[in-house]
């Protein structure tokens, strides 16, 4: 395959991979947990958490998609074992938002790296998505959609103040909830996949 061919692989598969990481990283529902946990800070210090957070969730999304893989021949893992699995993760992780209440999640003390880097932004949902595109789709496709992912969070929580006013808390709230049914439905279809892929292998 030729680069010009790779390129065009890369961009046919983007929404395939793209949408479900943009699902699971859930950026209205961590928006709004970032605001709450940034409130009254200095311009400067949200700078620098917002920078200590992507960072953070760049580097492990990204370990996680280069030694996913041989993880999984280690253990023995199958690719329908681990969609059946994720798929439980992801529709547990789902159904918790769905019903929790955020504002238990906020912090104290330095939060830049944890929770606001890892879980919030590279969660287990992400880490799931990630290892399970990438078996579908290719390592291209997929740390190209993850660094897209990363990159809209960034803006959204450099701009943070200016969305709030543009959508308010209850928009933001309303956005992240309508993300988190989408991600239950992505996870019963990983379910489903899963179930039929070791029932055709039987």
């Known amino acids: 395959m030729t680069k010009i061919e790779e390129m065009l692989e890369i961009i046919y598969t983007l929404p395939n ?4 990481l943009f699902v699971a990283m859930d950026a209205p529902a961590g928006l709004a947990i970032f605001i709450s946990m940034t409130e009254g800070l200095t311009e400067d210090r949200v700078k620098k958490i917002v920078s200590e957070s992507i960072l953070t969730a760049f580097f492990v999304s990204m370990s996680f998609l280069a030694l996913g893989e041989f993880v999984f021949n280690i253990l023995g893992i199958s ?3 681990f969609r059946i699995a994720g798929g439980i993760l992801l529709l547990t ?3 918790l938002d769905l019903v929790g209440d955020t504002e238990r999640r906020k912090p104290a003390g330095k939060f830049g790296i944890v929770p606001i880097g890892v879980p919030l932004i590279a969660g287990p949902a992400v ?3 990630i290892t399970l595109l990438v078996d579908n789709y290719g390592v291209y496709s997929t740390g190209t959609s993850l660094l897209l992912n990363l990159f809209i969070v960034w803006v959204l929580f450099r701009k943070a103040e200016v969305i709030v006013r543009f959508f308010g808390k209850g928009g933001i709230s309303v956005l992240s909830k309508i993300m988190l049914l989408l991600l239950s439905a992505i996870a019963i279809m990983l379910i489903r996949t899963g179930i039929q892929g070791i029932a055709q292998g039987s």
């Open 17 to 20: 991979t793209f949408i479900p």
């Open 79 to 81: 690719e329908n074992d």
């Open 93 to 95: 992780f789902a159904i």
């Open 127 to 129: 880490l799931t998505t």
